[in-house]
């Protein structure tokens, strides 16, 4: 009996060797996948930008400035979880695990507002759904070469000797070798020849609450002539996205679905255009939701051995922004 990842890779391999232009947007368990060809995307219902490929025609503001407050989630839920996932860690079950949680947040723009108002390389609005505004790239493609992006490394931009300070933090340099050996390993299982082309650069990041760096790597491998026809099976096998799970990754997501406790739908999931030869896609961090009771913004990052509950309580709240 087929299961639903096996429609869903036909689909995405149809559409390949077809050389249809499509618009995929995956959840984080995969459950409620979209894929829309790009000539049937309503502008009403769905917005995009993909390193400016997009389907928006732009946005007037007049002279409306985005108010954004926080209500985070509480400190004590958030050290209950921290102290489950690191119990975890001793017992060797997971060396690497994204703990994330959702925060309250007001604002005075719509979830349409904000996909305008961001600057982000990766962007989607969902009608009474959600918006992503994401630095972070899952795969792209170039020719026969498919590179990914893993993020792993925050801190403000404004502390003295930022930059000098992640690239020399143990815990960060730690948690940055494991999410870019899963990525090798993930990669591996798509492609051959997989190699680290840059480790561990810093961008800067503008945000409604200061600036932030965060470091990322590159890892590419070659896929084989005429990957398009096997596109649903080269991404179904990447996924979830290991920067945003963590490792090993079956392991890693079942301590996740037991120790947050709520259910991250579309946030972490991924989202991406292929253009009839390459995909371009993003991880949905930086990812705000419309919940009965109001907007919610999901936000959480990497815990390892060597984590500090403060200071990853502090990451958490430090990563509910809008990059303007």
């Known amino acids: ?27 984080f368990l995969c459950g409620k996948p979209i894929i829309i060809k790009l000539k049937d995307v309503d502008n009403e219902a769905v917005l995009y930008s993909v390193n400016g490929a997009t389907n928006a025609l732009g946005h007037n503001f007049g002279d409306k400035k985005l108010s954004f407050n926080v209500r985070a989630v509480r400190k004590s839920r958030y050290r209950e979880a921290f102290d489950i996932v690191q119990q975890h860690i001793r017992h060797g079950d997971s060396f690497l695990l994204n703990l994330t949680f ?5 604002s005075n723009f719509g979830l ?3 996909f305008y108002a961001s600057k982000a390389k ?17 795969v792209r493609t170039k020719s026969n070469i498919i590179s990914s992006f893993p993020m792993k490394g925050t801190i403000d931009a404004d502390v003295p000797e930022a930059e000098e300070k992640l690239l020399s933090s143990e815990k960060e340099l730690a948690e940055h070798y494991t999410i870019v050996d899963l990525i090798r390993n993930d990669l591996s299982m798509v492609s051959k020849n997989v190699r680290v082309e ?3 650069h ?3 990041i503008n945000t409604n609450r200061g600036n932030l760096l965060q470091m990322s790597s590159k890892v590419s491998g070659d896929l084989a002539e005429g990957w398009q026809e096997n596109l649903g099976a080269i991404l179904m096998k990447m996924l979830p996205a290991g920067s945003i799970s963590g490792a090993p990754k079956k392991k890693t997501i079942e301590i996740i679905k037991k120790t947050e406790k709520y259910d991250r739908g579309y946030y972490t999931g991924v989202f991406g255009v292929f253009d ?15 919940t009965d009771s109001g907007l919610i913004y999901k936000s959480g990052g990497g815990i390892t051995a060597r984590s500090n509950p403060e200071e990853e309580y502090d990451e958490l709240v430090q990563k509910v922004y809008v990059p303007i």
């Open 198 to 200: 840059r480790f561990r």
């Open 122 to 138: 990766y962007k989607l609005w969902v009608k009474d759904g959600f918006v992503v505004f994401s630095p972070e790239t899952f």
């Open 102 to 106: 959702p925060s309250l947040i007001e």
């Open 276 to 290: 009839g030869e390459n995909i371009d896609s993003g991880v949905m961090i930086r990812f705000v939701e419309k």
């Open 112 to 114: 349409r507002d904000i």
């Open 1 to 27: 009996m087929p299961n639903k990842s096996d429609h869903i890779i036909s689909r995405l391999n149809a559409l390949g060797k077809e050389k249809a232009p499509f618009l995929f947007v995956f959840d």
């Open 202 to 204: 810093i961008e800067e």
